[in-house]
């Protein structure tokens, strides 16, 4: 199973870094890869399996099931129901901690999924580095950080 891990500080509350990435259907407000995106059957962004169809800036087309979202604990986890990045069983966290020390915000965005061994330095790198960096650069061009 391939692992993802990518953390970074943003200059600002929790709070308001988590009222800009909590709505699952909100993508494209905060991540520059995304440029549309709808939940399927009306539903609330927020319901839990609820079911995400976006497309990214390249055309591809993506759909993500909620799995779990928390007010309190502030985390986000999601797993991918259809791609064309060839991963299955995918699932990921998107996780907010505050840091203690001034109004920041320590993020962690994981992912575990199964793909060919022989794709797997491939994925794990354009996963973390550019969806999962890529989200978190443009959030730190937000709040600062």
């Known amino acids: 199973m391939a692992r993802v891990y990518v953390s970074t500080v943003v200059n600002a509350r929790n709070d308001r870094v988590w009222a800009r990435v909590r709505d699952f259907n909100g993508l494209p407000n905060w991540h520059p890869a995304i440029a549309e995106s709808r939940i399927e059957g009306g539903e609330p962004s927020d319901k839990i ?11 591809d087309r993506i759909r ?4 779990g979202l ?3 604990d502030m985390f986000c986890t999601y797993s991918i ?5 060839g991963v299955e069983n995918y699932v990921a966290t998107l996780r907010l901690t505050p840091v203690t020390d001034g109004d920041q ?3 962690e965005w994981t992912a575990e999924f199964d793909c060919a061994p022989e794709r797997e330095a491939e994925l794990v790198g354009n996963i ?6 890529g989200g978190f650069d443009a959030l730190k061009r937000v709040f600062g950080g």
Do not use: A, H, I, W
Not at 49 to 59: E, Q
Not at 81 to 85: A, F, I, N, Y
Not at 128 to 133: A, D, K
């Open 70 to 72: 928390s007010d309190y």
């Open 81 to 85: 129901l259809e791609s064309p990045m």
């Open 105 to 107: 915000t320590f993020m």
């Open 128 to 133: 973390g580095g550019g969806v999962f960096q």
């Open 49 to 59: 399996g609820c079911v995400r169809d976006f497309r990214l800036r390249n055309g």
């Open 64 to 67: 993500e099931k909620l799995l």
